[in-house]
């Protein structure tokens, strides 16, 4: 949880435009939100403070989403995990770890919906 008592969520997406945009959205909803551009970046930012939730991108260069999902699993500590791609299936997500799936392209209730619902989880 923030500093302020708000949720926390890291944004992962090599699209800026994208990354934008979600954040945008969420820092509306009142979450405390940090951004992520590729894998590796998110994974230096989960092992530096671990959110309370990522929404995650699967299509990446170099580490892609499916890769910090098998990061993540060996973990004693680690977020919830929304994926949030136009490619990937929801079956195979969940197996991997994650506990939503939003496909590209989305309607704003709709991530909006699926963040509450995995942060209550």
């Given at each position: 949880?923030g500093e ?5 969520i890291l944004?992962?997406?090599?699209e800026?435009?994208v990354?934008?945009?979600v954040?945008?959205?969420l820092?509306d909803?009142?979450y405390?939100?940090?951004?992520a551009?590729?894998?590796r970046?998110?994974?230096?930012k989960?092992q530096?403070?671990?959110?309370d ?18 990061e993540l699993q060996?973990r004693?500590?680690r ?8 490619f990937?299936d929801?079956?195979?997500a969940?197996e ?8 590209k392209?989305?309607?704003f ?6 963040c ?5 989880a």
């Amino acid at each position: 949880m923030g500093e302020n008592g708000a949720k926390r969520i890291l944004v992962v997406d090599d699209e800026r435009d994208v990354r934008s945009l979600v954040c945008h959205i969420l820092v509306d909803q009142g979450y405390e939100v940090d951004q992520a551009v590729d894998g590796r970046d998110a994974l230096e930012k989960i092992q530096a403070r671990t959110p309370d939730l990522v929404v995650l991108d699967l299509m990446m260069p170099e580490v892609d989403g499916w890769q910090v999902l098998r990061e993540l699993q060996g973990r004693a500590t680690r977020p919830r995990v929304v994926v949030l791609s136009a490619f990937g299936d929801v079956k195979r997500a969940t197996e991997a770890g994650a506990v939503g799936f939003l496909a590209k392209p989305f309607r704003f209730a709709q991530l909006v919906d699926t963040c509450q619902r995995a942060l209550s989880a």
